[in-house]
């Protein structure tokens, strides 16, 4: 190295130095940067940990709630969607649109369930203990405080879900429904549990998921208030399935307060009328198609079958079997809406 390369660097045992600046010290320099990836490293590894804690979590919640609610999705959730299909159908509109309408009435409806749900089996946990065990919170899944502490924050949630997708006095309907079911006492009724609770119910959930998927398409309330009346009529049948809990628990249910034989004679009146009022309400108006007549032969099909079971096979078991075909009825009746929708 010549005399004036020398004047502006040299080189000794590992070090640099440049002409009026401080000597750097290689190895210095290699253990900081050493130490800078361990320090990511271990930020790395604690973004990492809490990133699968919150999954963890959030699973769990899952979990917990379609466990809370997996009896009653095929009465609120697929009825909504349904329902919000049909909306789209009617709306016309792009993909996109049919993707988040339908999305926002997946969330919203499970919150309604499940917010109703939650209220309820923390209400009638006692109950739960000796006629449902296997629910969430007489199981040990979840504790009784641990689901007190959930219930204002899924109610806070359902409704800010509810104003944020357009729809916040159905939200706001609902939780005052639920509020008047597990603790005014409308729950041990059967005119306020079924007409009350179901058939309004019934009214604030499919008038949600209708706005929800499609805000700028007029909702068909010939279409809610027919099929929200007719659930909510039918629904009496629910109250034979444990009769000696609903007397033991001081409701009054319609068979209690008729007796079994004539409480069954009305449902099953019920049962073979439904198809003559859903005609008249939704079908007669447009005249005699394949379609509504398809309609009607399927309606008629299945509540006759629900009659007939409600009437021949009279046993807590069966009782709660041909209960569950009525769910199955409603999202006929809804699925039609999305065939008329097409």
């Known amino acids: 190295m010549d005399r004036s390369a020398s ?19 290689l190895a210095a320099l290699g253990e900081a940067l050493r130490s800078s990836r361990r320090s990511a490293g271990a930020w790395t590894r604690r973004l990492s ?14 979990a917990l709630s379609h466990a809370m609610i997996r009896r009653d ?17 009617a709306a016309d509109g792009p993909l996109v649109a049919d993707l988040t309408g339908l999305a926002g009435v997946a969330l919203y409806s499970w919150l309604f369930v499940h917010m109703f749900c939650l209220d309820n089996q923390i209400e009638g946990v006692d109950e739960d203990r000796l006629n449902k065990p296997d629910r969430v919170i007489p199981s040990g899944r979840l504790s009784l405080a641990d689901a007190r502490r959930r219930r ?3 109610s806070a ?22 509020a008047l079911s597990h603790h005014a006492g409308w729950d041990r009724h059967w005119l306020t549990k079924n007409l009350g609770q179901v058939g309004l119910g019934s009214i604030a959930q499919l008038a949600a998921a209708w706005e929800i998927a499609a805000p700028t398409t007029p909702c068909p309330w010939s279409w809610v ?31 209690l307060v008729v007796g079994d034989r004539p409480a069954r004679a009305l449902c099953v009146l019920v049962l073979v009328a439904l198809p003559l009022v859903l005609h008249v309400a939704l079908i007669a108006g447009g005249g005699v198609t394949p379609l509504g007549a398809l309609f009607d032969g399927s309606v008629a099909a299945l509540s006759l079958w629900i009659a007939r079971r409600l009437w021949t096979r009279r046993s807590p078991e069966e009782d709660d079997r041909t209960y569950r075909l009525l769910p199955r009825l409603y999202c006929v009746e809804l699925a039609f809406a999305v065939l008329f929708a097409l």
């Open 49 to 62: 940990g809490a990133a699968r804690a919150l999954a963890t979590s959030i699973l769990r919640e899952l």
């Open 225 to 255: 208030l027919a099929l929200s009346g007719t659930l909510g009529v039918a629904m009496l049948i629910q109250d034979f399935r444990d009769v000696a809990g609903d007397a033991a628990a001081g409701r009054r249910t319609l068979p």
């Open 7 to 25: 004047a502006f660097a040299s080189t000794t045992s590992g070090t640099v130095a440049l002409v009026g600046v401080e000597p750097l010290d």
């Open 73 to 89: 999705l095929s009465v609120t959730v697929v009825p909504a969607l349904l329902f919000g299909v049909a909306a789209r159908l």
């Open 157 to 178: 949630l359902f409704l800010a879900v509810g104003a944020l997708l357009g729809v916040p006095l159905a939200a706001a309907a609902w939780v005052l429904l639920t």
């Open 152 to 154: 204002p924050i899924v």
